[in-house]
């Protein structure tokens, strides 16, 4: 049982260019969550899905794209990246987000350099 | 909207000294609370949480009591190990008006480093 796991662990893009980062969870979770972390701000939400077939955005959307592929898997995809959009970004997972008491699970993180 | 405020950062403690991390929150209704870690290199843990108010939340030494009248969520610890050294986040996740999903909304963290 691994969790939610994360790919990659690091990249370095050049402004303009595009990529996608990938996340699975195996814990048969409903809903998953996109988030960045930069110093001072804490996380940010950016996208989440709510259910297999839904997204919806967060705080922070703007510049990001998602797909919920499957039930296990929710990716993000910068279109022309930014500077501003070097980050950490989390994944995070909770069996269902109707439910707020729910803990969320989080993956190891991307690390994400924008030159 | 929601909010979250911690202590500014970074503490460094020695090993054995009583912690404390001040949280505050504003919410609409009645949100949940929680502490997460995070151990350098990894990803966000959750340390404790808790779902109404004078509730407490423990886990691992740490605590945390809700207290709805102070809007506060401070996390304390007796005696802190070396070990602890970690980034803590304090967050809430909110139902009001049913539109929040379970969002969670985060405090900026606080750095702790603990020194034998």
């Known amino acids: 049982n691994a969790g939610v796991t994360q790919t990659p662990k690091f990249q370095v893009l050049k402004t303009g260019q595009s990529m996608t980062l990938q996340c699975a969870q195996d814990m048969n979770h409903n809903s998953m969550y996109w988030y960045r972390q930069d110093p001072g701000m804490g996380l940010r939400l950016i996208y989440y899905s709510a259910s297999e077939g839904t997204t919806d955005k967060g705080e922070v959307p703007n510049g990001y794209n998602v797909s919920r592929l499957n039930k296990r898997e929710f990716s993000l995809r910068l279109e022309s990246a930014a500077p501003s959009q070097t980050s950490v970004y989390f994944c995070a997972s909770s069996p269902n987000t109707r439910i707020f008491q729910e803990t969320q699970y989080f993956g190891p993180g991307t690390r994400l350099l924008v030159l | 909207g929601n909010s979250v405020t911690q202590m500014e950062g970074p503490v460094t403690l020695s090993e054995e000294a009583f912690l404390t991390i001040n949280c505050t929150y504003t919410a609409t209704g009645y949100p949940s609370l929680f502490w997460y870690v995070q151990y350098p290199g990894e990803g966000l843990q959750l340390l404790l949480k808790?779902?109404?108010?004078?509730d407490k939340g423990s886990n691992k030494g740490f605590e945390a009591t809700y207290r709805k009248e102070t809007t506060s969520f401070h996390l304390e610890k007796g005696s802190v190990q070396v070990s602890d050294s970690a980034v803590y986040f304090c967050?809430?996740?909110?139902?009001?008006?049913?539109?929040?999903?379970?969002?969670?909304?985060f405090g900026q963290g606080t750095i702790l480093t603990v020194h034998p």
């Open positions: 808790a779902t109404k108010a004078d």
């Open positions: 967050a809430l996740s909110n139902n009001a008006g049913g539109t929040s999903y379970g969002k969670l909304t």
